[in-house]
C-alpha cells in the first residue's frame, strides 16, 4: 500500500473527507479566488462590474452559474499578460498553451503554483500506488509536452528515481528502461502503440522489461488500444488528465483501483454544461466540462471552457470515499487534433498549404492509426494545372510542404494531391484512431 505519511503531505485527506466538508472548502477557496481577479484582473473586474456583482454574493457553490463562461479566444485577447492576477515578477515559470487561432497562449506560474501542481501529479502517481522503490521513465517530449515537467515534478516529490526521456530512437529507450529497472512508464498512448510495434517486430520479449504501470497522458485513448497496451505489455494501464492552460496533468487521476478518473476538488470546481447554450447539465450527462480553479494564483480561470467532451457523476469509492468521477470522451466542441504529444488546428496547416500552392480548393486531414505511429495524413484538392507539369515539381512542392508541415508541428504528415471535387463530401479532420486497435 502507499505510504499514508506520503498521502497526508499531498493533501490526500483533503479527499477523505465528507462531501459537506470539500464543499465547504471549494466555497472558501471560491470566494478568494473570486476576490483576487476581482481586484487584480481588468477583464474580470469589468465583468464583474457590468454585472454588479460582487465575490461577497458567492454565498452557494450553485451561485457560479451566474457567471459567464470564460473562452480560449478570451485570453488570446489578452496576451501576453492581461490576465494576470499577480505582478510579472512574481512569475516564475511561463509555458504555453494553443490558443483557436494557432497563437500561442501565456500560461505562467507563480512558485506556489509549481508546488500546487507537483502536489496534484504526486497524488496522482500515489493513487496508482507509485512509491519512492519505483523507478518512472518519462517517456515525454520536454520540449513538447507540460505533462513531462508535471510528471517529472510529481515523481520526484514522492522520492522515485525519474527517467527522463531523450529524443533517441526506441530501442535505446527500451535499454534505458531496462538497464534502469523502470517500473513505470508514463506516456502518450501514440507512443505505446509505437513501442508495442517495434517490440512485435523485433521479437523483443516485453516480459524481459521491468515495468508494472503504464500512465497515460496527452491524449484520448480508446479502450481497445487501452486492453491491447495492458496485454502487449503486461502492465496495469491508468489515465491522468490535464489541460495546458491550467495543469497538465493534475486536474483528475485514476485510481489504482481503475474507477475512472477522480477530479481533485479540492483545487477545481467542474461543471458540464450544454456546449451550445452554456446552461449546466445534470450529473452523467454529456456536455462541455468547465473548470474553475481554486488555487492558482498567477492565472486563476473562472468558468472556464475546455472543449472537451465529457460527463461527472459523484459516486463512492470502495474504500468509501465520496468522490467527483470524469468521464471523457475523447471528443470536443472544438477542432484540436492532439496526436504524438503534438497539438494543432486545421486552420493552421491550411495556412501552410494556401501559402505553399494558392490554387488549392480544398483539403481534408486524416488520422489513421497503423501498427507502429498513428499517421497524419493531409489530402489537398488541386486544379488540373497542377497536374499539367513536370512530375519532379509536384514532387519537389510535395516535399517543400512534408517539411515545413514537419518543422511547424514536429510530427510527420503524408501529403497526397487530389484531383477536382475529391473532396467535396469528405469531413475536414477524419479522426480514425477511435476505432482501432494494434494488429
Not at 125 to 132: E, I, Y
Not at 283 to 310: F, S
Not at 371 to 396: I, P, Q, W, Y
Request: hydrophobic share 40%.
Amino acid at each position: 500500500m502507499t505510504d499514508e505519511r506520503i498521502l497526508r503531505q499531498l493533501g490526500m485527506d483533503e479527499l477523505l473527507r465528507r462531501v459537506e466538508q470539500i464543499r465547504q472548502i471549494q466555497l472558501e477557496r471560491l470566494q478568494m479566488v473570486l476576490n483576487r481577479v476581482c481586484r487584480n484582473v481588468s477583464y474580470y473586474h469589468d465583468l464583474f462590474r457590468s454585472m454588479q456583482f460582487l465575490p461577497q454574493d458567492m454565498d452557494t457553490l450553485e451561485a457560479l452559474a451566474k457567471l459567464p463562461l470564460t473562452a480560449r479566444a478570451t485570453l488570446v485577447e489578452r496576451q501576453p499578460y492581461g490576465m494576470l492576477a499577480v505582478p510579472p515578477h512574481d512569475v516564475v515559470r511561463i509555458h504555453t498553451a494553443l490558443g483557436p487561432d494557432g497563437s500561442p497562449i501565456v500560461v505562467a506560474a507563480t512558485v506556489n503554483d509549481i508546488r500546487h501542481w507537483t502536489t496534484l501529479t504526486a497524488r496522482a502517481l500515489c493513487r496508482v500506488r507509485v512509491t519512492r522503490d519505483d523507478a518512472v521513465y518519462i517517456g515525454l517530449d520536454y520540449g513538447q509536452s507540460m505533462h513531462a515537467f508535471g510528471m517529472h515534478y510529481g515523481a520526484e516529490a514522492i522520492g522515485a528515481t525519474v527517467i527522463p526521456r531523450s529524443n533517441i530512437r526506441l530501442s535505446d529507450q527500451l535499454a534505458v528502461m531496462k538497464n534502469y529497472r523502470a517500473s513505470v512508464l508514463v506516456c502518450t498512448p501514440s507512443h505505446a502503440r509505437q513501442l508495442i510495434h517495434f517490440l512485435v517486430q523485433s521479437n523483443y520479449d516485453a516480459k524481459s522489461l521491468f515495468l508494472r504501470s503504464v500512465i497515460l497522458v496527452g491524449e484520448p485513448c480508446s479502450e481497445s488500444l487501452r486492453k491491447s497496451i495492458h496485454e502487449r505489455l503486461f502492465v496495469n494501464v491508468y489515465s491522468a488528465y490535464g489541460l495546458d492552460e491550467i495543469f497538465s496533468p493534475g486536474i483528475a487521476a485514476e485510481t489504482a483501483e481503475q474507477e475512472g478518473l477522480i477530479v481533485n476538488e479540492d483545487h477545481f470546481l467542474a461543471e458540464i454544461v450544454d456546449p451550445q447554450q452554456g446552461t449546466p447539465l445534470p450529473e452523467q450527462q454529456t456536455g462541455e466540462l468547465v473548470l474553475t480553479t481554486l488555487t492558482k494564483e498567477a492565472l486563476p480561470l473562472i468558468r472556464y471552457r475546455t472543449g472537451e467532451l465529457g460527463s461527472l457523476r459523484r459516486t463512492v469509492l470502495q474504500d468509501g470515499r465520496n468522490v467527483l468521477q470524469l468521464n471523457v470522451t475523447g471528443q470536443r466542441t472544438d477542432d484540436l487534433i492532439a496526436i504524438a504529444g503534438a497539438k494543432f488546428y486545421p486552420r493552421q496547416v491550411e495556412q501552410v498549404l494556401s501559402a505553399a500552392w494558392p490554387e488549392a480548393l480544398r483539403y481534408n486531414i486524416r488520422i489513421i492509426s497503423g501498427a507502429g505511429a498513428d499517421r497524419v495524413e493531409v489530402r489537398m484538392e488541386v486544379t488540373e494545372r497542377a497536374f499539367h507539369g513536370e512530375m519532379k515539381t509536384l514532387t519537389a512542392l510535395k516535399d517543400r510542404i512534408e517539411s515545413e508541415l514537419y518543422t511547424k508541428f514536429a510530427i510527420p504528415f503524408h501529403l497526397r494531391w487530389m484531383e477536382r471535387d475529391a473532396l467535396r463530401d469528405e469531413p475536414v479532420v477524419d479522426d480514425q484512431r477511435r476505432k482501432e486497435s494494434i494488429e
